[in-house]
């Protein structure tokens, strides 16, 4: 794993831990700056980044805080409290 897959890595778990402290403002700058390392790499998202992820306002989420997470027809549906959706198929 390169450098900037660990920095990305040990964003998203700040990120986690921001959320759990009730501090989503924090969470969603460490979103943000992983995005931009990933961007600046060329490097794609691991897929738990994407999963946890709000494409609409940078949350981190986690599924009972900030996120509700339901099954609907083969697909896993993750919505965000500002009322975004992403389905993304069941595995
Ligand atoms: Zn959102």
Redesign the pocket.
Known sequence: MGIAEERIDRLAALAREAVAADDPDRARRYVRLARRIAERNRLTLPRSFRRFT?D????YLRPGRNARVRLADGHVVVR?????TARYPYE
Do not use: N, P, V
């Open positions: 709000c609409a306002c940078d949350a965000c409290d500002c009322g975004a």
